[in-house]
């Protein structure tokens, strides 16, 4: 079993940054060993994978948000972090914290990023 845990989430004006962290859990699981991912979904909307970074370290990102969000992790904290800048209203949605491990799917419980002036 994996938790997640997601934090960091709030009301932010366009323009502004804010950082999301994923806390995880779990009789040994790692994630520095391990594919971590964060997605979103908007209302109405199909969740989306934003950024994913791999056991080795690469990253990658939607289109969307290359170049404004960053995707890191802290092995010693078991935590990952998505670093989101130049926030725009099109970004306003629930963020998950993703990983498959052992052939399940973990899920976070989502925090909310409302981008609005």
């Known amino acids: 079993q994996v938790q997640l845990v997601e934090s960091g989430g709030g009301l932010v004006q366009p323009g502004g940054s804010l950082r999301l962290s994923c806390a995880a859990s779990?009789?040994?699981?790692?994630?520095?060993?391990?594919?971590m991912g964060w997605y979103r979904q908007a209302p109405g909307k199909e969740r989306e994978l934003v950024a994913r970074i791999g056991p080795g370290g690469s990253t990658d990102y939607a289109d969307s948000v290359k170049g404004r969000f960053t995707i890191s992790r802290d092995n010693a904290k078991n935590t990952v972090y998505l670093q989101m800048n130049s926030l725009k209203s099109e970004d306003t949605a629930v963020y998950y914290c993703?990983?498959?491990?052992?052939?399940?799917?973990?899920w976070g419980q989502g925090t909310q990023v409302t981008v609005s002036s």
């Open positions: 993703y990983t498959p491990w052992r052939s399940r799917d973990y």
């Open positions: 779990g009789r040994f699981f790692s994630i520095g060993t391990n594919h």
